[in-house]
């Protein structure tokens, strides 16, 4: 999930661009990509109603699943034992996840597992910047209801840079159809704050660099071909927006209908990753706010690309609002802005953010 700068330095250096497959819709994607799958949604099936004391296989790699996402510490040489680690990490992601804290793989909890999500970790360091990092509601301040979160030490752009540029990778040779997608999600997030972001032909020197890859592209976070692996950012100031040049992005904005059942498992609203990934660009962290961009998780066939009130309080605390901005004044109290704050004030700028996508097949259960 990290990666230290120089690796970062390195791997615009030493890029393998990709020609990414683009579809103005879902309709418009060939059968012969469609690629129907069900082994993840079976090894997640056969976990249902797992819990303490049990023995079953592929219990390994939920513990891996909980690892990539920071709910179990250590990677060490995981078995299939439902263990109190395992146990632990699983209330924890209930608990961040609204879901009843069970403690046992449940039907509603492998719904949320199976979920495509962003792979940028909730619990860094052991500490959760979502709910479950939080005093329980009602415990405290019962004015507090932002569930925002920040990188560990609150990374942002610089008070001086307000005037941001991003650039494309010019071997992607993109359309300007999909560049304005990109410049549509940036909108929406510079309608809230007083940064404006402006394309710029200049990949090296623009502070956001945004580029489609196809597999290892040298960062050590390889992307993996379809689904799995969607995107990955860096928090500021890195700037580094990677997307998987091997996934079928939708373009047009027509939101993603469940007509076609493997259609929606193989395409991907590029306009959500977009908007959810510049939140990660910004220094937002995930939230638990189901309908918040910077939830971590998006059911299939979703598209999610309005920012929620959390969302737009989040980004101005970072930031400050926009004197354009028309809606609810959402600067907080000191207070508030503190007990928001569920991040540790540890760790670097260089936390490398990676969407990880999953199959779902969540309206088979
Ligand atoms: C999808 O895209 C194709 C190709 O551009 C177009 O012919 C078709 O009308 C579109 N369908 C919808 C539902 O927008
Ligand atoms: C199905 O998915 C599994 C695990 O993701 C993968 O190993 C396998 O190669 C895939 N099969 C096909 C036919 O794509
Ligand atoms: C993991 O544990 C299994 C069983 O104890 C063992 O066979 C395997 O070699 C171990 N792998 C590593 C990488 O330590
Ligand atoms: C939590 O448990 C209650 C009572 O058993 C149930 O009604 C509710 O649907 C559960 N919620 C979830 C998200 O599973
Ligand atoms: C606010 O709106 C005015 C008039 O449209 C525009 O000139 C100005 O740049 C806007 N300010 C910001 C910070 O977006
Ligand atoms: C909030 O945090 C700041 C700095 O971390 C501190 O100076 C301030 O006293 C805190 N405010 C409250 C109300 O706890
Ligand atoms: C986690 O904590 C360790 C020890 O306190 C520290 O060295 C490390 O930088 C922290 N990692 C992150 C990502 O904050
Ligand atoms: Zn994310
Ligand atoms: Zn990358």
New binding site residues.
């Given amino acids: 999930m990290r990666i230290p700068l120089f690796i970062a330095i390195v791997l615009v250096l030493s890029f393998s661009p990709a020609s990414a497959h683009f579809f103005p819709n879902i309709s418009s994607i060939p059968p012969s990509l469609l690629k129907p799958n069900n082994t993840a949604w079976d090894a997640f099936h056969k976990l249902l109603g797992c819990h303490a004391g049990q023995k079953v296989d592929g219990l390994a790699k939920i513990k891996k699943y909980f690892y990539n996402f920071g709910y179990i510490s250590s990677l060490s040489n995981f078995t299939d034992d439902f263990d109190d680690a395992l146990e632990s990490a699983l209330k924890t992601y209930q608990q961040n996840f609204n879901l009843n804290t069970t403690g046992v793989l449940d039907a509603p909890t492998i719904q949320h597992l199976i979920r495509p999500r962003c792979g940028n970790p909730d619990v860094v360091n052991g500490t959760s910047t979502m709910n479950s990092g939080k005093p329980p509601a009602g415990s405290q301040n019962i004015h507090t209801v932002a569930h925002f979160s920040f990188f560990p030490g609150r990374p942002r752009w610089p008070e001086s840079k307000t005037d941001l540029t991003y650039a494309f990778l010019p071997q992607n040779g993109l359309t300007d159809n999909i560049k304005s997608v990109f410049s549509r999600a940036f909108d929406r997030w510079?309608?809230v704050t007083?940064l404006?972001f402006t394309e710029t032909a200049s990949f090296q020197s623009a502070d956001i660099k945004i580029g489609f890859f196809a597999g290892d592209h040298n960062d050590g976070e390889p992307f993996d071909g379809p689904m799995g692996t969607l995107a990955h950012a860096f928090s500021p100031p890195g700037g580094h927006f990677h997307l998987d040049g091997d996934e079928n992005w939708v373009i047009d904005g027509v939101p993603i209908v469940e007509r076609d059942f493997f259609s929606i498992l193989s395409a991907v609203d590029l306009e959500s990753v977009a908007v959810h990934e510049i939140g990660h660009l910004l220094g937002l962290g995930h939230s638990s706010v189901e309908d918040s961009i910077m939830f971590p998780s998006l059911a299939a066939g979703t598209r999610r690309v309005e920012l929620a009130n959390d969302d737009i309080q989040g980004v101005q605390v970072l930031y400050g609002s926009?004197?354009?901005f028309t809606g609810p004044n959402t600067v907080l109290t000191p207070t508030q802005e503190n007990d928001t704050n569920g991040a540790p004030k540890f760790g670097s700028l260089l936390v490398h953010v990676v969407v990880a996508f999953f199959l779902s097949f969540v309206h088979l259960i």
């Fill in positions: 510079s309608e007083p404006t926009n004197p354009n």
